[in-house]
C-alpha cells in the first residue's frame, strides 16, 4: 500500500463511516476501480478505530455519564430505572448479536463476503430497505423508550453490518425507523452502541495485521488519523441534518452506486 493509497482509503474511511453508504463496501469498490489490492478487513476494521476515537470524543460527555450511572447503579438500586443506568445494559445487550455472529462467521466475514457481486446488490437491497424504513416508519420514539428487546433488535441490525455494502449506520437506523424511533434517536444509540463492537474488533484485527509479513503500520497509521478528523466532522454534520432531513438522498446514491458496480462487473471492467 503506497502513502498516497493511504491518504485515499483514510478520506473515504473518514466520509463513509458514518452515512448509511457503507465505508467497506466504498473501500473495497474503489481498491478495485484503482487497481489497488484490497485493502483487507483488516485495514478496515483498524482505521475504523479512528472513526470509532472520533465518536467517542463526540460524546464524551454522554459516555461518561452513562458510565458513571451504569456503574452507580449497580449497587444504588434508585440509580437502575434512569435512562442513562439502562443505556449501560442497552448497549451490551446489543453488542451481543455481533459479537456472535462475527466470531462465528469471521472466515466468511474476511474472504467470501467481499465478492464484488454481492457487495453491489447488498448496497442496493439495504438501500432499498433504509427508504422504505425512513418513508413508514412513526419516527416520534425517544431514547428514553428504549427497551431490552428494542435494544436487541438494534444489535441484530448493526450485527447485519458486517456483510460490506449494509452499512452500520444505515441497518441500525432502518431497524430503529421500522420500530418507530426519530432519526435524531437511532442514529445517537447507533454511533454508541458501536463502540465497543468497533473498537474491539479493530484491536483484535491490528494483532492479525502483526502476524504478517511487510506490515504497512504507517500508511495504516497515517489513514486512521485522517479517517479521525473527517469522521469526527461528518458525525457533527449528520446528527444535524437527520434532525429535519430524510435519508432519500443516501438511499438514491446507494442504488446508483450498487447498479453502476453491477454494470461494471457484467462488462468485465471489474472483477469480483
Known amino acids: ?5 493511504a491518504i485515499v482509503l483514510g478520506v473515504i474511511q473518514g466520509l463513509t463511516e458514518f452515512l448509511p453508504i457503507s465505508s467497506s463496501a466504498h473501500l473495497l469498490i474503489l481498491s478495485q476501480i484503482f487497481g489497488w489490492d484490497d485493502p ?4 478496515t476494521a483498524v482505521s475504523q478505530i479512528g472513526t470509532e476515537s472520533a465518536v467517542i470524543i ?10 458513571s ?6 449497587y444504588t438500586p434508585k440509580l437502575r430505572g434512569q435512562i ?7 448497549v451490551i445487550v446489543g453488542t451481543i448479536p455481533i459479537a456472535v455472529i462475527g466470531f462465528a462467521f469471521s472466515d466468511q466475514i474476511e474472504t467470501a463476503a467481499r465478492n464484488l457481486w454481492l457487495v453491489a446488490t447488498v448496497l442496493i437491497v439495504f438501500g432499498i430497505i433504509l427508504g422504505i424504513a425512513d418513508r413508514v416508519g412513526r419516527k416520534t420514539r425517544e431514547l428514553e423508550t428504549l427497551s431490552i428487546r428494542s435494544g436487541l433488535l438494534f444489535g441484530l441490525g448493526q ?3 458486517l456483510i460490506p455494502g449494509v452499512s452500520r449506520t444505515g441497518a441500525t437506523n ?3 425507523h421500522f420500530m418507530g424511533f426519530t432519526r435524531e434517536a437511532a442514529t445517537r444509540y447507533a454511533f454508541l452502541l458501536a463502540i465497543p463492537a468497533v473498537m474491539a474488533s479493530g484491536l483484535y484485527q491490528a494483532t492479525k495485521i502483526g502476524e504478517e509479513a511487510n506490515v504497512p503500520w504507517g500508511q495504516t497509521i497515517v489513514a486512521t488519523a485522517i479517517a479521525f478528523v473527517i469522521g469526527y466532522l461528518v458525525i457533527a454534520w449528520l446528527i444535524k441534518y437527520v434532525a429535519t432531513n430524510s435519508y432519500m438522498p443516501f438511499v438514491i446514491y ?6 453502476l458496480v453491477l454494470v461494471l462487473l457484467g462488462t468485465g471492467v471489474l472483477t469480483a
Open 254 to 259: 446507494r442504488i446508483v452506486v450498487g447498479s
Open 159 to 161: 450485527a447485519l453490518a
Open 84 to 90: 442513562d443506568a439502562r443505556m449501560g445494559w442497552y
Open 1 to 5: 500500500m503506497s502513502w498516497f493509497e
Open 69 to 74: 450511572t451504569w456503574f452507580r447503579s449497580l
Open 58 to 67: 463526540y460524546f464524551r460527555h454522554d459516555i461518561a455519564r452513562i458510565l
Open 174 to 176: 432502518s431497524v430503529g
Open 40 to 43: 483487507g478487513a483488516a485495514f
